[in-house]
């Protein structure tokens, strides 16, 4: 059974910073290559891909918009993903969501269809 949670999230003011946990169980009994991937979805917008990070090695990938201000990690021995959020402004307000696949991230990271496991959402307000 697999289960990501994630958690972290909050309010914070505008050029602040927040770092989102997502804690993962049953997942790396199933495969020994996988990508790891964080998202997002604000009110009335559809779900977007901020960055993803293959475990093999850990190549990170990063959309345009968070590039520069996000940062995605792993701690592979407390199976947990991190997203390290700076420099956040009104427009990072949104539902964020840890997501899991099994495989590579490569040229795939940021669809949302490709991954098999989410998390239920940690909210992040700026304002």
């Known amino acids: 059974h697999v289960q990501l949670v994630e958690s972290g999230g909050g309010s914070v003011q505008p050029g602040g910073s927040l770092r989102l946990s997502c804690a993962g169980s049953g997942f790396t009994f199933r495969y020994s290559d996988y990508c790891l991937g964080w998202f997002r979805q604000a009110p009335g917008k559809g779900r977007e891909g901020l960055a993803g990070?293959?475990?093999?090695?850990?190549?990170?990938y990063y959309a345009d918009s968070v590039k520069g201000r996000f940062t995605i990690s792993q701690d592979n021995a407390k199976n947990t993903l991190y997203l390290q959020m700076n420099s956040l402004n009104p427009e990072d307000t949104a539902l964020y969501y840890c997501?899991?696949?099994?495989?590579?991230?490569?040229?795939?990271?940021?669809?949302?269809?490709?991954?098999?496991?989410w998390g239920q959402g940690t909210q992040v307000t700026v304002s």
């Open positions: 997501a899991a696949k099994g495989g590579t991230c490569r040229d795939i990271w940021y669809e949302m269809g490709r991954y098999l496991f």
């Open positions: 990070i293959f475990n093999r090695g850990g190549t990170t």
